[in-house]
């Protein structure tokens, strides 16, 4: 039997999966999924740093969610992701029920955070990222967004 380790606390489940969009592509990326039975949720331009179009999609059975993220701007972080081998994932993004507990944990744990702390995310979220080669012992290999949304 293996040793119990301490994980995430308030983990609540995947909250979406982030897919990378060329500029240029999102309406017929939107059009597709809506063929498919997915529903817009939310869409916004998220400037600062973000630099990207995003659009929140339910699939028809619910939760988790699609989102689609196209980049605004060259120096947008999407951008770039665009330029790797596989540009369409861009992040799995982690519920949490506590931010700054989540927050608090990965960093006792050697994890390498992206931000400074919890910051504002879109449609009222609070999120932080974590670097893709979090942990150094076992690196992920993707972005890692902790969200905590006060809808769900």
Known sequence: MGTVLP???????IHHFALAVPAGQLDAQLD????????IVHR?????TDQVREVLLRPPAGPPLVQLLCPLS?????ARQLDKPRPAFAHLALAVADI????????AQGYQ????GPRPGSHG??????HPKSP???PLGYLLEIVQDPAR
Request: charged share 15%.
């Open 7 to 13: 994980t995430l606390p308030g983990l609540l489940g």
């Open 74 to 78: 060259p120096e947008s972080p999407v």
């Open 100 to 107: 700054h507990a989540a927050f608090e944990y990965l960093q």
């Open 44 to 48: 916004e331009d998220v400037l600062g």
């Open 32 to 39: 597709a999924y809506q063929a498919l039975g997915f529903a």
């Open 113 to 116: 955070l992206l931000d400074a």
């Open 136 to 138: 150094a012992e076992a």
């Open 125 to 130: 979220t609070t999120v932080f990222f974590v």
